[in-house]
């Protein structure tokens, strides 16, 4: 997917691609955590409590992975 950016240097390219597995596994193992303990009262140290700022990192990591190349 490509995207068509406009600015005063002209039009530029963003494209777009999938994550590696990597990447896209992180993603998901740490959203399973997450959930995890939202849900299912699982008590995890330096999770519980912030699990809006380790969903919000979560989704970071798997947009970053269709950004960035090599990620």
């Known amino acids: 997917m490509r995207v068509r950016l406009r600015s005063e240097d002209g039009a530029h390219d963003m494209g777009l691609k999938a994550p590696s597995i990597v990447t896209f596994m992180l993603s998901v193992i740490l959203t399973v955590i997450v959930l995890m303990s939202k849900f299912f ?13 380790a969903m919000l990192v979560a989704y970071s990591i798997l947009m970053l992975g269709c950004m960035v190349r090599g990620m």
């Open 41 to 53: 009262g699982a008590d995890i140290p330096m999770l519980t409590g912030n699990e809006s700022w």
